[in-house]
């Protein structure tokens, strides 16, 4: 079993900043890796960022220049932080964790910014 909790949602104002957090525990013992994607009403679930073993990292376009995604390898926890939010990044945000062929998915967080 592996369990991913998240954490960090909320409501902000268009500008501000939230940091999401998920870490996972249970039988994972290689993570190659790990991500964050949203999902908006009435739209397709879509990659945010995603940070591999490596440390390489790629965005989504609509996020670059404002979201950093790090991780901790010792805690087995990624971390989302966003800033200048924008009311369109408003959505569930989901976090990934990609191990061997195993994919596991988090409960999801909801991330609400206001004009």
């Known amino acids: 079993q592996v369990q991913l909790v998240e954490s960090g949602g909320g409501l902000v104002q268009a500008g501000g900043s939230l940091r999401l957090s998920c870490a996972a525990s249970?039988?994972?013992?290689?993570?190659?890796?790990m991500g964050w994607y949203r999902q908006a009403p009435g739209k397709q679930r879509e990659l945010v960022a995603r940070?591999?073993?490596?440390?390489?990292?790629n965005y989504a376009d609509s996020v670059k220049g404002r979201f950093t995604i790090s991780r901790d390898n010792a805690k087995n926890t990624v971390y989302l932080q966003m800033n200048s939010l924008k009311p369109e990044d408003t959505a569930v945000y989901y976090c990934?964790?990609?191990?061997?062929?195993?994919?596991?998915w988090g409960q999801g967080t909801q991330v609400t910014v206001s004009s």
């Open positions: 940070i591999i073993s490596g440390g390489s990292t």
């Open positions: 249970g039988s994972i013992f290689v993570i190659n890796a």
């Open positions: 990934n964790v990609g191990s061997g062929l195993r994919n596991f």
